[in-house]
């Protein structure tokens, strides 16, 4: 009987001196994070009163600190969060007031890798206090896509043998690389993408997705299969310009020539008109006659018949009835 009592006075004690259960727990130690890109670090907590909950008591504040600024216990700034501070950053809260406190980190950087401890305060003061130590270590690297030839020399042409492999310097066992070509999933996995023979349909965009529990991250890069027939760029530049120039060309040739089309029937009808028009023969009034005016009558031709022609010789003397004189006219309308 004397045992007995004495092991509940223990218990009666110790609920005394210890009236709080507070705590934090982290399921990560390590968590790798790829830079630019988002990840988030879980976390939880809780805080109990003996012998019995009391509801009255409330989480009023909550504390992220990283240990490369902060070097105590997270009590004093700096703070990458503090919920009572409104500020913007990269950092983000995304837990409650009850028991989630998962900080989410965006745009990371290779300055945010260190350890990192949460702390919260509650309504009963100085008691409901509390940081969980030690806190889970960020890591951040790169990720990288590399292009590995096992045959073939200079630009990569049919036939090629090649490794696309995907590389993150920290690594987790829940880490799983996607392949995509042309934001299209392939099917398949793994760091190491093969091509035993490429063809110039293997070319495009192949992206690398890096993903884990935690974070994830991405990289694409480029792969062009040259043909058989495949001409140089350069050549191609050169056959294209030519191309265009002589385009250009034949346009201003077309331009000018529907320019001129309206001009041409006016100079054609002034030729033809110079053409058909006979010379005129200048002809000299009869004696008493009026001299026509211009525009109204005009002597074509006078064909005039002398018939005193005698041993070669012309007489200039003329006789009105031995000279026949005939007149055609042409009215000018």
């Known amino acids: 009987?004397?045992?007995?009592?004495?092991?509940?006075?223990?218990?009666?004690?110790?609920g005394v001196l210890a009236p709080y259960d507070l705590g934090v727990n982290y399921p990560d130690n390590l968590i790798c994070a790829v830079r630019g890109f988002s990840v988030s670090i879980p976390?939880?907590?809780?805080?109990?009163?003996?012998?019995?909950?009391?509801?009255?008591?409330?989480?009023?504040?909550?504390?992220?600190?990283?240990?490369?600024?902060?070097?105590?216990?997270?009590?004093?700034?700096?703070h990458v969060y503090n919920s009572s501070s409104?500020?913007?950053?990269?950092?983000?809260?995304?837990?409650?007031?009850?028991?989630?406190c998962t900080l989410l980190i965006h745009n990371v950087q290779f300055s945010y890798s260190g350890e990192y401890r949460f702390r919260f305060i509650t309504t009963d003061v100085p008691?409901?206090?509390?940081?969980?130590?030690?806190?889970?270590?960020?890591?951040?690297?790169?990720?990288?896509?590399?292009?590995?030839?096992?045959?073939?020399?200079?630009t990569l042409k049919q036939g090629d043998s090649l490794n696309l492999t995907c590389d993150v310097n920290c690594t987790q066992s829940s880490s799983q690389f996607v392949w995509s070509k042309n934001n299209e999933r392939l099917n398949t996995s793994g760091r190491v993408l093969h091509f035993p023979a490429v063809t110039v349909r293997d070319s495009g965009n192949y992206t690398c997705t890096w993903k884990t529990n935690r974070a994830s991250g991405s990289e694409t890069i480029s792969?062009?299969?040259?043909?058989?027939?495949?001409q140089p760029n350069w050549i191609i530049a050169v056959v294209t310009s030519g191309v265009i120039f002589i385009i250009l060309v034949l346009l201003g040739a077309a331009i000018c020539n529907r320019r001129r089309k309206p001009d041409a029937p006016e100079d054609n009808s002034r030729n033809a008109g110079e053409?058909?028009?006979?010379?005129?023969?200048?002809?000299?009034?009869?004696?008493?006659?009026?001299?026509?005016?211009?525009?109204?009558?005009?002597?074509?031709?006078v064909c005039a018949k002398d018939n005193n022609l005698n041993n070669g010789r012309v007489h200039t003397e003329q006789k009105k009835e031995?000279?026949?004189?005939?007149?055609?006219?042409?009215?000018?309308?």
């Open 1 to 14: 009987m004397k045992m007995l009592q004495l092991v509940t006075i223990l218990l009666t004690l110790s």
């Open 322 to 333: 031995d000279i026949s004189v005939i007149y055609s006219t042409v009215t000018i309308k």
């Open 275 to 301: 053409q058909t028009q006979s010379p005129q023969v200048k002809q000299l009034p009869l004696p008493n006659e009026e001299v026509p005016q211009q525009g109204e009558v005009t002597y074509a031709t």
């Open 86 to 100: 409104i500020t913007t950053s990269d950092f983000e809260y995304a837990g409650d007031d009850k028991s989630n």
């Open 43 to 78: 976390c939880s907590y809780y805080y109990y009163s003996y012998p019995t909950s009391n509801p009255s008591i409330q989480v009023i504040q909550k504390l992220w600190c990283s240990m490369n600024s902060n070097t105590d216990v997270c009590m004093n700034p700096p």
């Open 223 to 230: 792969l062009l299969v040259e043909g058989e027939n495949h």
């Open 127 to 154: 008691s409901g206090r509390f940081t969980g130590k030690p806190g889970p270590t960020l890591q951040v690297a790169d990720l990288k896509v590399s292009l590995i030839r096992l045959s073939g020399i200079g």
